[in-house]
């Protein structure tokens, strides 16, 4: 229900298996391409669009000083929509805005229509009607796809109510932000219920993120680009611009790789707290698999965005709306 | 705008533009209209029946109305309302919440399609009344509250505040079970983004709104629906509000004026809060108001008497949910286990079980059937007297 997880919707209808994802992304793939869609308008991988679509929600978000809850939300409307119906048969950046026009309202934090249309096309231009009833019209076809099941619940949560009793330092609790940020560019809000995906970004920041430390220093290649990839300034925050995110995403991905594998030391932690740290993971029963699962997940994310440029991504999109006068 | 665009021949489709979104599902292909019930400021509510053999029973269908600019509908953006209304009754499932059986997107209109429930209290209490006074059976009374305050409980078990509590939006079903409708108010208050007044500046309708929300309150609680609570079990009992005040208009401003006179009704039976009674009321922003009331002694439970009410649990109950202080208020929990519904006879979950009263079907006007095209006016729920002149032909009862 509205604060039960257990008895949601998200988790009766919106939790899914990745052969489940699989598939429906295949058979869109596969329609676009008997409509003769996909060899008119190609478009790179969904990894690659998810990473664009994240940094233009951040951005539209950013311009209408959002939270980051209504922006989780928005992101999350957006990848269930895209199951059920086909990039090419949109107009992503207006499918984009009104995700986030929707969630606004969902999360009690209500922008007027117009608002939302103005900034959007302040980024994406003429790829926004002026025209708010299109914006409202698009409102309809995205809450019918997701069959009116609006409510989302996210893992800031779970973090804010295990913060205390887990001592995190305020350093840990923003790095799990940006873990838990980060982690709307991947599947997992479709796979995992949201206090798995928390329990992920604690794992990551408290066991893997020091290694990380570590292992940038053995490389002693560049301390503030690791730095940066630690702290949640680049892939984290999301903040800065995509081309700055380089090289980052295989430091922190090693680093994972190794805690995964019980060789991450755990950086400077002292032993005791580590201990304490690693007990309250075994006894909250938590699934360990799982937890494991979506560091590979995040990983393979790293990776992608490693070399991910949205050139391809902005011209396949823009070539779209204009071949199908998406507008 | 020089982007190449596919030979037609090769992928005709690829050049198309989209067509409009259209509904996969239509309201009269799935429902027959049987006529309308009622109208708000929302839009109008519709019964209707399945044209599908297997799906039996009546339904309630909510069409929010179009934003209307000049002659022409158009797409505007769906109100919050129908948004919290849509989100919150997919995820609710209680026997005591009305329950959601689907939501049709349409033409520029969302049709939502609730289970049908014949009575509701504002209408009960009116039968009770009207043309004479005669109290409604006590276990009527203690089977709807109890069942209003299991519903209650369970919204607030899942952080769900209704915020809109009145006579008009507590259903029954013929069966006597109690129905909590009408979520276009309620939200989630776990953790909330704003602070809650932020939001939406006025909830709760005048008569039910609890001091704390008339007295300026930013941060109020789930307590409030206790307070509405209360003042829906005292007009079961009296047959009339128990806090009839007038409602002072926004300026032109849209500053909230203060409700002088809903306070004054408050404290005439209330008796004037103190600091002592509830110590957190200074701190409101309106609190400077009310050096300026006249002392007043509570004499709830003379009032409990004079309406004719003798049961002293209830008067306890009552004496609790009208508490001014939210935070000792009683929670719909607390409430669910007193005395007045522990002790005593059997409470029934059929709120008309042993009684002889035959109330009156919805009204249901046949002739304002077109649930596509209808936008006339609000005219007023049609099963209230004010219609009543109306020829006997253009009515009908439910189920004829």
Redesign the interface.
Known sequence: MAANFWTSTQRAHWQLTREKIADMRKSLDEEDTNRGLGITYPLPDHKQLQLYFHHCLQRLARRLQLRQQPLATAETYLKRFYLKVSTRDTNPYLMLSTCVYLACKMEECPVHIRSVVNEARALFQEFIPQDTAKLAECEFHLISELNSYLIVHHPYRTLMEVQVPLKLTTDEIMAVWSFLNDSYITDLILLYPPHTIALTAIFLAVFVRPAVHTQANLNASSTTTSMAATMGGAPGGGIAPPQSTGTQGGVVGAAAAAAVAGAGNAGGMSSARLSQMSDWFAESGVDMDAIIECTQEMISLYDTWETWTDKICREGVARLIRGRQLL | ?A????PAS?????????P??T??VKVLDKYHIIGFISSGTYGRVYKARSRHPGTTGDFAIKKFKPDKEGEVI?????S?SA??E???N????HENVIHLHE?I?ED?CIYMVFEYAEHDLLQIVHHHSHPERRLIPESTVRSILWQLLNGVSYLHQ???MHRDLKPANIMVTAAGEVKIGDLGLA??F?????ALFN?DKVVVTIWYRAPELLLGSRHYTAAIDLWAVGCIFAELLALRPIFKGEEAKMDSKKTVPFQRNQMQKIIEILGTPTKERWPSITQLPEYPQMASFKQYQSNLETWYHQVGATNQLGYELLSGLLEFDPAKRLTAQQALEHKYFTEGSKLSLNAFEGSLIDYPHRRVSSDDNDIRTSSLPGTKRSGLPDDSLQPRSKRMKAGD
């Open positions: 705008m982007e190449k665009v596919a090769a992928a005709p489709v690829s050049a198309m533009p989209l409009p979104y509904s996969k158009n797409y505007t953006g769906i919050q948004c919290r849509m989100a919150l997919s995820e609710l499932s939501i997107l520029k899942n952080w769900v939200r989630v776990w953790k909330p983004l704003a939001g």
